[in-house]
C-alpha cells in the first residue's frame, strides 16, 4: 500500500510570494488533515476534509490560507500571500474511516516552507 | 478545552537501555484515547502505540509499552532495549471519543540514543 504522498518536499519564497502544497492520500482513505508544525512544536491542525468537504477549518487563516479537495482524492493547500510567520513544516495526513480502531492518521513527510 | 504536556524537551539514553517520556493531559471527559506518535528526522510521523481511557490494561507493542494512570491523567511511554532507530521526535495525542477523530497534540520530546 503507498503512503501518503506530498510535494514540493522543501520550498524557499520571498515574502509576500504564493505558494501551493500537493497532497495524495492513500487510497480509499476519506479523511484529509493539514497540519503546520513550527519548529519544537506539535502540529496544528489547519483544516480537516470529509471525502472532498470540510469538516473543520477553524484554525485556518483564511485571509491567506486556503485549501480544497475536489473529487474527494488529491488536496492542495495555498498560502498568498506569505509571511515571515508561515517557515514550517505542512503535514498531509489520511485516514481510512469511522471507528475507534480506524482512527490511525497516516501522515506524508511534509513539505518545509520557509519565508524569506 | 483539552490540553497535553510533555515536560521534557529532551532525553537521551543508553543504547540497550530503557527510557521513559513523560505526558500529561487535562480533560474533564471519561471517555478518550491517548497516542504516541514518533517522528524521526525527515521521515514521515508513525503511530507507536494507542490506548483507550475506559481499558485498564496498559498497551504494549513489541519494546514500546505505556503507563496509562487515568486519575492521575499521565500517559508515559517506555521503550525497553533502546536501539539506533529509536532517535526521533516522539509526540503524545488526546482524541476525544466524539471530535471527529481530531488530535490534541503535545509539544514533544527529542529522544536522542547514545551508541
Known amino acids: 500500500e503507498a503512503g501518503v504522498a506530498q510535494s514540493p518536499r522543501y520550498k524557499i519564497i520571498e515574502k509576500r510570494q504564493s505558494v501551493a502544497f500537493w497532497c495524495n492520500p492513500i487510497?480509499?482513505?476519506?479523511?484529509l488533515y493539514w497540519y503546520q508544525q513550527i519548529l519544537g512544536q506539535g502540529p496544528k491542525l489547519l483544516i480537516q476534509?470529509?471525502?472532498?468537504?470540510?469538516?473543520?477549518d477553524s484554525q485556518l487563516p483564511k485571509d491567506r490560507f486556503s485549501a480544497e479537495r475536489l473529487k474527494g482524492v488529491d488536496s492542495t493547500l495555498k498560502i498568498q500571500p506569505a509571511k515571515l510567520e508561515d517557515s514550517a513544516v505542512y503535514l498531509c495526513?489520511?485516514?481510512?474511516?469511522?471507528?475507534?480502531?480506524?482512527?490511525?492518521?497516516?501522515f506524508g513527510p511534509g513539505t518545509r516552507l520557509t519565508v524569506l | 478545552a483539552q490540553t497535553v504536556t510533555q515536560s521534557q524537551p529532551e532525553m537521551s539514553v543508553q543504547e540497550a537501555e530503557t527510557v521513559t517520556l513523560s505526558c500529561t493531559y487535562d480533560t474533564s471527559e471519561s471517555d478518550y484515547y491517548l497516542f504516541w506518535y514518533k517522528q524521526p528526522p525527515s521521515r514521515q510521523m508513525i503511530l507507536v502505540i494507542r490506548?483507550?481511557?475506559?481499558k485498564q490494561q496498559n498497551a504494549t507493542e513489541n519494546r514500546f509499552s505505556v503507563n496509562f494512570q487515568k486519575a492521575a491523567k499521565s500517559f508515559s511511554l517506555k521503550i525497553s532495549d533502546s536501539q539506533l532507530g529509536d532517535a526521533a521526535m516522539y509526540f503524545c495525542?488526546?482524541?476525544?471519543?466524539?471530535?471527529?477523530?481530531?488530535?490534541?497534540w503535545g509539544a514533544g520530546t527529542k529522544l536522542i540514543i547514545k551508541p
Open positions: 490506548q483507550e481511557a475506559y
Open positions: 487510497s480509499g482513505h476519506a479523511t
Open positions: 495526513a489520511s485516514r481510512r474511516g469511522q471507528g475507534a480502531l480506524m482512527d490511525t492518521q497516516y
Open positions: 476534509f470529509q471525502n472532498n468537504g470540510v469538516v473543520d
Open positions: 495525542a488526546y482524541r476525544r471519543w466524539d471530535s471527529n477523530y481530531q488530535l490534541i
